[in-house]
C-alpha cells in the first residue's frame, strides 16, 4: 500500500453477508484483541464492527484509501463504532505510537513487501503484544477474483514463517476452511470468476462454513482457503 493507495475491489460489501464465517474466525482472534488496538487496512468498518465490542482501551483504524476513510469518518462521527475507535488516513509507516494487538484481517496480501509491513508493525508493538494476520491461503489457488481486488499473493505457513519480524515468535500458523478451500479450487480451475454472485457468498457462508468447522478440527488444520497466523513480541 502506498501514501496514494486506492483499493481496487469492490467485494467489501458482497463479503459483509458471510456471517458465519465472520463468527468463526473472529473466535480465533479475538482472544489477542486487548488493550491499545492498530487495525491496518479498516475498509468499510466491518472489521471494526466484527471485532471491536469495547473492550479495548484504544482501536485505531488505520486507512489508506481516502474515500474509504472519510466514509469511515462519519460513521465515526455517526456513532456508528464503539466509543474507542479513533480514524487515521496512511499507511504504518506514518505512526509513532505503541500498540498491544494489531491486526490484518484480509489485507497483508495486497500490500507488496508484506516482510516490510510487518517489520515496522513489530517495531510499534508493545513486549508481549500480539499482530494477527487473516489472509487467502495457497498460491495455488490465485485466481482472477484475486487478481481483480488486487491480491499480491496467498499464503501457506512457510511463507508466513519466512517473513516473522525480528523481535517476535510466531505462535500460531493454522489453515481455515476446508470446504471453502475446493469451492476456490473450482473457481480456479473452470468457473474463473473474476466475483462470486451474493447467492453463491450466502451459499459458501450458509452451508459450507458450518461443515468447515467440523473439518478443520477433524483435519488438524492441515489445509483451508484461508490462514490465520499470530506473531508474539518477545523482546
Not at 454472485?197 to 483435519?219: A, E, G, Y
Request: with cysteine; hydrophobic share 40%; proline share 4%.
Amino acid at each position: 500500500m502506498s501514501e496514494s493507495f486506492k483499493y481496487p475491489g469492490d467485494e467489501l460489501v458482497l463479503f459483509q453477508h458471510a456471517t458465519n464465517w465472520k463468527k468463526y474466525f473472529s473466535r480465533a482472534i479475538k482472544p489477542y484483541i486487548k488493550g491499545n488496538v492498530l487495525e491496518v487496512g479498516a475498509g468499510i468498518g466491518s472489521t471494526t464492527l466484527l471485532l471491536n465490542d469495547g473492550s479495548a482501551s484504544q482501536w485505531l483504524m488505520l486507512e489508506p484509501d481516502e474515500k474509504m476513510s472519510a466514509m469511515l469518518e462519519k460513521r465515526i462521527d455517526a456513532k456508528e463504532f464503539p466509543a474507542n475507535c479513533r480514524l487515521q488516513t496512511g499507511t504504518i509507516g506514518q505512526l509513532n505510537s505503541t500498540f498491544d494487538t494489531i491486526i490484518y484481517i484480509d489485507v497483508l496480501e495486497h500490500i507488496e513487501n508484506d516482510a516490510e509491513e510487518l517489520k515496522k508493525a513489530a517495531a510499534l508493538l508493545k513486549t508481549g503484544g500480539h499482530i494477527v494476520v487473516l489472509s487467502p491461503a495457497f498460491d495455488h489457488l490465485y485466481s482472477p477474483f484475486d487478481k481483480a481486488i488486487g491480491h499480491c499473493r496467498r499464503y501457506n505457513k512457510k511463507m508466513l514463517q519466512r517473513i516473522t519480524p525480528e523481535g517476535t515468535q510466531l505462535i500460531s500458523n493454522r489453515y481455515y476452511d476446508t470446504v471453502g478451500y475446493f469451492a476456490a479450487l473450482m473457481n480456479k480451475l473452470f468457473l474463473r470468476q473474476k466475483y462470486p454472485t451474493l447467492k453463491q457468498v450466502k451459499f459458501w457462508d450458509k452451508w459450507m462454513v458450518p461443515v468447515s468447522k467440523i473439518k478443520d478440527n477433524l483435519l488438524f488444520h492441515s489445509f483451508g482457503k484461508s490462514i490465520i497466523a499470530v506473531w508474539k513480541k518477545i523482546n
